[in-house]
């Protein structure tokens, strides 16, 4: 299957999981991606999470995933603020720390983090991966691996496109033909859920 395809299935997935479904999804991500090394976490007892959904023990490497979909600029970059400050508190030795999101305008959450939190703590990397960075990252793995990430098959998700797709420019096909005003005896009238065709005196009625 060519990238192109695999790419707009994953990010098409990617942008739109919510809640667990996100996390559980960047564990699978991380687990193929450091196979040796990736631990998920989850809240548990008095500690909860210790402010981290995963974390790889040997590079020291945390991640926190969020899925921020329609979400408030200020709560988001009010939760990185106060998420790594507490890891840190918790993790005294960590190294690295991603911040995985799915939200589609990555931007603000970028200049947030380089300007306002790197600067704080200059002796760690932090990174912030959206939808199209994990994507990249993603389609460059092998076929399984991939499905395994997105939990899905992707010859018949591709095959649900093309239905998609074929579905989609046949209406548009008979909504251009409607959209003519006359042409010769007919006289087309488009509309809101109901197109009449009106031909000779008779009126056809398709259902839109």
């Known amino acids: 299957m060519d990238k192109n395809t695999i790419r707009k299935i994953t990010e098409d997935k990617i942008i739109n999981l919510e809640g667990n479904g996100f996390q559980d999804f960047c564990d699978r991500f991380c687990i193929k991606l450091y196979p040796e090394d990736y631990i998920p976490v989850r809240p548990g007892g008095p500690k909860g999470d210790t402010k981290n959904d995963g974390y790889c023990p040997k590079a020291r490497m945390f991640f926190q995933a969020h899925a921020t979909r329609g ?3 200020s709560k988001t970059t009010g939760k990185i603020s106060k998420d790594l400050k507490k890891c840190l508190e918790l993790h005294r030795d960590l190294k690295i720390w991603t911040y995985l999101t799915n939200d ?3 931007g603000e959450v970028e200049t947030f983090i380089d ?3 790197r600067p704080i703590y200059p002796n760690i990397t932090i990174d912030s991966l959206g939808h199209k960075k994990i994507a990249e990252k993603i389609i460059q793995m092998h076929e399984k691996d991939i499905e395994y990430i997105l939990d899905m098959n992707l010859k018949e998700q591709a095959k649900q496109i093309k239905i998609e797709q074929k579905t989609g ?3 548009n096909n008979l909504a251009e033909e409607l959209n003519i005003a006359h042409q010769g005896d007919k006289h087309y009238h488009v509309g809101s859920g109901k197109s009449e065709i009106v031909l000779s005196n008779e ?3 398709i259902m839109s």
Request: glycine share 0%; aromatic share 6%; no cysteine.
């Open 169 to 171: 420019s046949q209406f």
């Open 115 to 117: 300007e306002k939190i």
């Open 104 to 106: 589609t305008n990555l």
């Open 203 to 205: 009126v056809e009625t």
């Open 71 to 73: 979400e408030k600029i």
